[in-house]
């Protein structure tokens, strides 16, 4: 029942800005922790940045100084403001959240459909 909304993709130019957007919703759940991930054509998927409950936060060397990941707890809704984009920013974006279930403390891992990025040179 822990399901993920995900939007804010499209094309961009190096150094242009995008926001993705990752909504929650499930009420047996509380969330733990949300994350995005992506993938690029012939790469392994990657994390990109994590937010937890309490607040902290981690990001892929690669993206440090320029994607700034945030939560808004009363929306379970975080966002991922990527700024001054570069080509190999260019992938399929994930939004993943880890949860636990009220009734039963089982931990419960959810992916979201995913969203294009695609930075053009």
């Known amino acids: 029942q822990l399901q993920l909304v995900v939007s804010g993709g499209g094309l961009v130019q190096a150094g242009g800005s995008l926001r993705l957007v990752c909504v929650a919703s499930?009420?047996?759940?509380?969330?733990?922790?949300m994350g995005w991930y992506r993938q690029a054509p012939g790469k392994q998927r990657e994390l990109v940045a994590r937010?937890?409950?309490?607040?902290?936060?981690n990001y892929a060397d690669s993206v440090k100084g320029r994607f700034t990941i945030s939560k808004d707890n009363a929306k379970n809704m975080i966002y991922l403001q990527m700024n001054t984009l570069k080509p190999e920013d260019t992938a399929m974006y994930y939004c993943?959240?880890?949860?636990?279930?009220?009734?039963?403390?089982?931990?419960?891992?959810?992916w979201g459909q995913g969203t294009l990025v695609t930075v053009s040179s």
């Open positions: 993943n959240a880890v949860g636990l279930q009220f009734s039963t403390d089982e931990t419960v891992e959810v």
């Open positions: 499930g009420s047996s759940y509380s969330i733990n922790t």
């Open positions: 937010i937890t409950s309490g607040g902290s936060t």
